[in-house]
């Protein structure tokens, strides 16, 4: 029949498992995302700045514009690439990130931010417009009159073409919000959404107090993890059968933490697929917000095999120094432990004890070794008087 102290045993046995998974887990996941300095990084590392612009206008242009914008041309690209220049792009995106992270540490009810394109819009539609009229003015006159003018579907020029004016009518379209990008002014409310066309501050109001508990949540449960493993071993009738079981609990809980990683590249997929892109389902940026949740992921399971290192050295030390404190013998001092004090010494190996000739007391008619000589005057002393016995 179990005891209520061993049934007490078995339950905090299974609990410190639980603190001790749940210690590790929470303190990767903080050290990776706590702050938003790991997904700037991942940012930058997935080269998001430079194909995002590109991505966004090549997958969201308009149809009919498809002839006007040619991203095979050189020029074009020149001409995108010096009105969204990377640097500028990154500063805008760390304000949603930072704004995001406000949301998160409670400052805000929901991620603020606005990052502004028109400028950069206005920009790339001027420079445009005027690169495709200047391209038309090099060819020859038609001499005909046209009353609706087309210029990408002109092969010649009619006699009142206005090139000026002309430029002016194409800046205005490609200027037009889903020419060049799909809206010029970005909000909060352009966050990726689920299918329900929420955002993700609107499906979960409850990640900002989670977000809270995450960042005390180590120390608690690093702190319950010491005062079980100490009360385990307390109340265990034999230390070193405790001390052999809490050793074995982290390096078992080690490796378990080290085969996470698994599982959490299973549950990625599954929440690329649950948001979409606020940028449109484009295959391009898709790919660019996947790339960039693979290396936030690749944080926080390379600092989870970090913990989960250590916990198995740890572990592993704590059975290794159990097993080398051991006696070699197995009885081996077992007269302390018994309480039993021995009269006689300890022999020696052919199983004789050592003499020694000064303490042994036997009286021996040989000539002695050892002893000092008698003095002289005890001479009178040897021979006994006869007389009177």
């Not at 205005?172 to 990726?192: C, M, R, S, W, Y």
């Not at 066309?197 to 180590?218: E, R, V």
């Not at 948001?275 to 790919?287: D, I, L, P, T």
């Amino acid at each position: 029949m179990i005891t209520p102290k061993e049934l007490a045993l078995i339950f905090l046995n299974w609990l410190l498992r639980i603190l001790i998974f749940l210690t590790v887990l929470t303190s990767a996941v903080l050290v990776g995302l706590g702050t938003p300095q790991h997904i700037k990084s991942a940012l930058i590392g997935a080269d998001s700045y430079e194909r995002f612009v590109t991505e966004v206008i090549r997958t969201n242009n308009a149809t009919d514009q498809k002839s006007l914008i040619s991203f095979e041309n050189k020029n074009v690209q020149k001409i995108i690439k010096e009105e969204f220049p990377p640097n500028e792009l990154q500063i805008k995106t760390e304000k949603v990130i930072d704004g995001f992270y406000a949301w998160l540490e409670l400052e805000t009810s929901e991620p603020k931010f606005t990052v502004d394109f028109t400028q950069n819009v206005d920009e790339v539609s001027r420079k445009l417009s005027s690169y495709i009229v200047l391209s038309f003015a090099d060819k020859p006159e038609c001499g005909y009159y046209y009353e609706t003018i087309d210029i990408t579907e002109l092969s010649c020029l009619p006699t009142n073409i206005n090139l000026a004016q002309e430029q002016s009518n194409l800046q205005a379209e490609l200027n037009k919000e889903g020419v060049i990008l799909p809206q010029k002014v970005f909000t909060e409310q352009d966050l990726p959404k689920n299918n329900e066309n929420q955002t993700i501050a609107q499906a979960f109001p409850y990640i900002p107090t989670l977000f809270s508990l995450l960042k005390i949540a180590p120390f608690i449960f690093g702190g319950f993890t010491i005062i079980i493993a100490t009360l385990l071993v307390s109340l265990s009738t034999i230390k070193r059968r405790a001390l052999r079981q809490l050793g074995s609990n982290l390096l078992m809980n080690g490796l378990l933490i080290c085969s996470t990683p698994l599982f959490i590249a299973f549950a990625l997929p599954y929440l690329n697929r649950r948001f979409s892109s606020g940028f449109g389902n484009s295959g391009g940026v898709q790919a660019i917000l996947n790339e960039v949740l693979n290396k936030i992921n690749f944080v926080v399971n390379y600092y989870l095999l970090i913990f989960g290192f250590l916990v198995v050295l740890v572990g592993f030390s704590i059975m290794l120094l159990e097993r080398s404190s051991r006696p070699r013998r197995k009885y081996a001092q077992l007269e302390k432990r018994a309480g039993i004090i021995s009269a006689y010494g300890k022999r020696t190996a052919n199983g004789r004890f050592k003499l020694d000739p000064q303490k042994v007391p036997i009286q021996s008619s040989e000539i002695s070794t050892t002893k000092k000589p008698k003095k002289k005057s005890d001479k009178k002393y040897r021979k006994l008087a006869k007389k009177g016995w």
